[in-house]
């Protein structure tokens, strides 16, 4: 089974400060995902990576930087906390997509952030 | 373009009972719609998936209903149980360079009542 595996489940840091959210996959997925789940907004991706040391912006990027220096290890960083980053965050994991196919996603079970 | 509407927000269901939820897309060029289901707690888990080169996909009491026409898809769960209350997410993304971007609805809250 896969398993995505998130360091924190509950969060809590002050405005301004820098903060790091981690994931780690054990299945050698390629792609890997950021997203951030607000009630009546569903998952927005924030920013996702196809390869190590590789990254593109998704939809909500503003705010946010990433870092996967290994392949299992996909790292999340909020430069400088603000409380509208308060929210739910999960990271999600796939195999290359082919041509013509689709990888599911995994996810793992979040972590619920609150900047003060 | 990039939305996807998911509807209703909330739903109430009777044990025994069928949930419908719907989606609509504007995108023509999304080829992958799957759904997720979250209980509380969980991250989303995928329920079932279908591409628009068929209607209609069947996985035990989950069925997805495709229009292409219209845009459209739908989630039914047939005989819906008090198990099944969670929220459920539609999506869609598009093969693009070995990764699918999911564009997400916004979620239905789903409640069986036994």
Known sequence: DVKVTQSSRYLVKRTGEKVFLECVQDMDHENMFWYRQDPGLGLRLIYFSYDVKMKEKGDIPEGYSVSREKKERFSLILESASTNQTSMYLCASSQRSGRGSNQPQHFGDGTRLSIL | ?114
């Open chain 2, 1 to 114: 373009q990039q939305q996807v509407k998911q509807s209703p927000q909330s739903l109430i269901v009777q044990k025994g009972g069928i949930s419908i939820i719907n989606c609509a897309y504007e995108n023509t060029a999304f080829d992958y719609f799957p759904w997720y289901q979250q209980f509380p707690g969980k991250g989303p888990a995928l329920l079932i998936a279908i591409r628009p080169d068929v209607s209609e996909k069947k996985e035990g009491r989950f069925t997805i209903s495709f229009n292409k026409s219209a845009k459209q898809f739908s989630l039914h769960i047939m005989d819906s149980q008090p198990g099944d209350s969670a929220t459920y997410f539609c999506a869609a993304s598009m093969s693009s360079g070995g990764y699918n971007k999911l564009i997400f609805g916004a979620g239905t809250r789903l409640a069986v009542h036994p």
